[in-house]
């Protein structure tokens, strides 16, 4: 079963999502676990940024689809609340008091695209791949993947990527404004802490300006909570009718 790791390297909170054999896919019980570490960074004020990144050279690839049951029925308690443990995380990674940073190798696919859009910057290897991917599943998608992507990447690579399936690298994806800066696969961790420690040499500060940040930065439009409830009714519909197909 896969496990987030948190890991503190001086002021910085290190998060590895941790589920290898899947290419790092959320279940459930990870979603929670990493909520529960967020608030455990949350309540440590020596911490000033953090950093997450996938385990093997991987981010995420999504929803670890193992724990999904065909034709199951997406609006019972049980798998309601599972898909939202994973939806709840994204939303605690976003609301972390201190600086974020995605450090993104390998690949970033619908759930993991989204994780990675949660935090306030995104360091991505050249040779990444990044895709919404849920349309290509026969999925609508879910998550508030087109508020969060929009505020980062703007209203056409959003469309691009959630309406038509693009896939793009990370030399893309940093001309388009979803990364930061790309950089060689090996520099990408480096490159992220790097950035992360500069933010976290006064930790109270830190916290004060991304609390700034967030609030004047938007996004306009509905707030990411309604986002996220307002696509899930439709992605519940996508998914039952993909599994009775």
């Known amino acids: 079963m896969g ?25 459930p019980e990870m979603g929670l676990q ?9 309540a440590d004020p020596a911490i000033g940024a953090a950093v997450v990144r ?3 050279g991987m981010f995420c690839s999504g929803a670890d689809r193992r724990r999904w049951t065909a034709g199951a029925d997406q609006a019972e308690d049980r798998t309601y609340k599972e898909l939202g443990a994973v939806y709840t995380a994204f939303k605690r990674v976003g609301t972390l ?11 970033a696919v619908g ?6 859009l949660s935090t306030d910057l995104r360091i991505v290897s050249e040779s990444a791949r990044l895709l919404a991917g849920f349309l290509r599943i ?16 703007g209203r056409e690579a959003t469309a691009a990527m959630g309406l038509f399936s693009e896939e793009i690298d990370g030399v893309r994806a940093a001309e388009i404004g979803l990364a930061w800066k790309a950089v060689p696969d090996e520099q990408v961790e480096d490159v992220a802490l790097e950035l992360a420690g500069r933010a976290a040499k006064d930790p109270e500060l830190a ?39």
């Open 54 to 56: 996938g385990a093997g």
């Open 111 to 116: 759930a993991g695209l989204n994780l990675a």
């Open 34 to 42: 990493l909520s529960g570490l967020c608030d455990e960074v949350d």
């Open 3 to 27: 496990q987030v790791q948190l890991e503190r390297q001086g002021g910085i909170a290190v998060f590895t999502i941790d589920n290898v054999e899947v290419k790092n896919g959320l279940t």
């Open 138 to 153: 026969g999925l609508h998608p879910g998550g508030g993947y087109f508020t969060i992507s929009s505020r980062t990447a």
């Open 207 to 245: 916290r004060e300006a991304a609390r700034s940040f967030r609030t004047e930065a938007g996004p306009p439009g509905i707030g990411w909570d309604a986002a996220l409830h307002f696509e899930r009714a439709t992605q519940m519909w996508s998914q039952r009718r993909r599994e009775t197909a």
């Open 97 to 107: 008091q201190v600086p974020t940073i995605a450090a993104v190798r390998g690949a």
